[in-house]
C-alpha cells in the first residue's frame, strides 16, 4: 500500500514598503536567479497602464466598475485604495500555486500586508526600504511616470508606512541591488527546506 503525503504548501511572502524602495526591481531579479519555486502574484489595478507594462503580466488593468464586482464577489485576498487608484490581489493567483508548493510573493502596500497576515497566518513579510529619504524621492523621479502631484502623494505615504516596518517580521535595506536581492534570497530559501 503506498501512503501519500500532503504536499507542504508554498511560502506565502508577504514583500512591502514605499514607493521608490525597489520591490518590484528586487523581485525581478530574484525570479530572474532562478533556484526556487517561486513565482510573483499579479495585482489588479485602476491605475493606468505604464509604457511597457503588459495587462496579465505586470498588473491585471481593470476599470473601477470591474474591481468593484471582484470585490463584491470575494475574489480577493486583500485590496486597498493607494494614490488614489484601487490594488488588489487575486485570491486565484494564490491558492491553487501554494497547494503544489510554490511559493508566492505579494508585493503590497502595508494596508493590504495588515489584511494578508490575518487571514494566512503563515505568511512570512518582509519590508523593503531604500537607504534614505533622498533615495526615494530620486528613485521616484528618475521613472519619469510620476506627475509632480502623484510624487508628493507617494512620498507622503512613504512617511506614514516607513514607521510600519516594525509589524514586519524581516526588514531589508535596498543600498545596493545584487545584495538586497541576496538578503531576499537568504531570508525565503529556508522556508522551502523539509
Not at 525597489?22 to 530574484?30: D, E, N, P
Not at 485604495?81 to 497547494?99: C, K, M, P
Request: proline share 5%; hydrophobic share 35%.
Amino acid at each position: 500500500m503506498t501512503v501519500s503525503h500532503p504536499m507542504t504548501p508554498g511560502p506565502l511572502i508577504i514583500l512591502s514598503g514605499p514607493s521608490g524602495g525597489g520591490k518590484s526591481t528586487v523581485v525581478r531579479r530574484l525570479l530572474a536567479e532562478g533556484g526556487l519555486p517561486l513565482r510573483l502574484s499579479v495585482s489588479a489595478t485602476t491605475r493606468p497602464r505604464r509604457e511597457g507594462e503588459r495587462d496579465g503580466v505586470d498588473y491585471y488593468f481593470w476599470t473601477r466598475e470591474r474591481f468593484a464586482e471582484q470585490v463584491a464577489a470575494g475574489a480577493f485576498l486583500e485590496w486597498a485604495e493607494y494614490a488614489g487608484n484601487l490594488y488588489g490581489t487575486l485570491r486565484s493567483e494564490v491558492d491553487g500555486h501554494r497547494a503544489r508548493g510554490v511559493g508566492v510573493v505579494l508585493v503590497i502596500d502595508v494596508r493590504g500586508a495588515e489584511q494578508v497576515r490575518r487571514q494566512c497566518p503563515d505568511n512570512v513579510s518582509i519590508f523593503l526600504c531604500a537607504p534614505s529619504w533622498e533615495v526615494y524621492e530620486q528613485r521616484l523621479r528618475q521613472r519619469h511616470t510620476e506627475s509632480e502631484e502623484s510624487i508628493a502623494r507617494r512620498l507622503a505615504t512613504a512617511r506614514a508606512e516607513l514607521p510600519r516596518q516594525r509589524e514586519y517580521d524581516h526588514v531589508v535595506v535596498n543600498d545596493e541591488l545584487g545584495a538586497a536581492v541576496a538578503r531576499l534570497r537568504g531570508l525565503i530559501a529556508p522556508y522551502f527546506t523539509t
